[in-house]
């Protein structure tokens, strides 16, 4: 997949093209993506995704505090270039942007860089000013340029209709599985190992904690989950506990993210590791005391052990 980030150069035969900000470019998306590759095969044209960054909540200052999104600019970049995408359009986003008319972004940008062959749009997507860039709207506009454009219908899995803020609100509200299942993939995270209190070591669960690359990216709710680590090319089980650690907390209230690395005593600070949200064990509890905790864990990790080894 080639990545643009300057229009102007852009080059392709055909363009198949589709608009969004594809947040967790779920299974929904992929049904997408599939017509894409389809309409691509029988125009003889390759596939081009375009997507906006920074994300648009930001620049327009509507919350950006309380902005939890799936995929960081990079996770989504790799899964669209997983998924078989030919070419990815990266366009800033800016406030002078966000004025442009749906019309107008078509001509400038479609029209005029893309040279668009053919537009498939989701069966709810609006953008432009006021998002009045509708499939109503758009199909004007595909008359007036020349191009053809079709809208798809929903995407559902056991009746439910996929879409990035139901699967958002799953995982805030820990239902790890079902969010699981209309992503397509495992709920994954990207960060860093820094030093932590070194607490877990004492009791024989030694923990990496690590911090977040994008601080807008969306945690899975509170609680202890059975995990992939994956780390130095190397793919390793564990378990995660997410949240304040009731239990040995100090008067410093502050979430932290510890994960306990199955069979590997090495020292990853520093480190980039990549997390992979397999399984929800419990949510997170505070202990009368430390061997509580302790006894805990090993249930815990006699749990991950055996449901990690049947997802292999």
């Known amino acids: 997949m080639k990545v643009w ?8 035969s055909n363009p ?9 470019v779920h299974a929904g998306h992929l049904y997408l993506i599939g017509k ?5 095969v029988d125009a003889g044209g390759e596939t081009v995704v375009i997507t906006l960054w ?13 902005l939890r999104y799936l995929n960081t600019i990079e996770e989504k970049t790799a899964l669209l270039e997983r998924a078989g995408v030919d070419h990815l359009v990266i366009i800033p986003f800016t406030k002078e942007f966000s004025d442009l008319r749906s019309c107008e972004f078509v001509e400038k940008y479609l029209v005029e860089q893309i040279h668009l062959h053919h537009l498939i749009i989701g069966f709810n997507h609006k953008f432009g000013k006021d998002r009045e860039g509708d499939y109503s709207n758009l199909k004007y506009c595909a008359d007036q340029f020349g191009f053809s454009i079709e809208k798809l219908e929903p995407v ?15 995982l805030n509200r820990g239902s790890l599985d079902r969010a699981n299942r209309f992503l397509g993939y495992d709920y994954f995270l990207q960060g860093s190992v820094v030093n932590g209190n070194r607490i877990g070591r004492q009791i024989g669960f030694p923990t990496a904690n690590i911090t977040l690359h994008d ?11 059975a995990v992939n680590v994956f780390y130095r090319e190397e793919m390793y089980s564990g378990m995660l ?10 008067a410093k209230r502050r979430k932290t993210i510890e994960v306990n690395v199955f069979d590997l005593d090495r020292d990853m600070y520093d480190q980039d590791v990549v997390i992979y949200f397999r399984k929800r064990l419990r949510d997170e509890k505070k202990f009368e005391n430390i061997e509580q905790l302790k006894s805990q ?9 055996e449901i990690l080894s049947h997802l292999e």
């Open 215 to 225: 601080s807008h990216k969306l945690l899975p709710a509170d609680g202890v989950y």
């Open 54 to 66: 920074p994300h648009p909540r930001v620049v327009l200052n509507k919350n950006p505090e309380q």
């Open 156 to 170: 559902e899995i056991r009746g439910e209709t996929i879409s990035s803020s139901l699967i958002r609100n799953l």
């Open 297 to 305: 864990l090993v249930k815990d990790r006699e749990m991950a052990v």
């Open 36 to 40: 894409m590759k389809q309409k691509a």
């Open 16 to 24: 198949v093209v589709t608009i969004g900000i594809f947040d967790g």
């Open 241 to 250: 506990n997410l949240g304040y650690r009731p239990t040995v907390a100090n």
């Open 5 to 12: 980030n300057d229009i102007s150069k852009f080059e392709a």
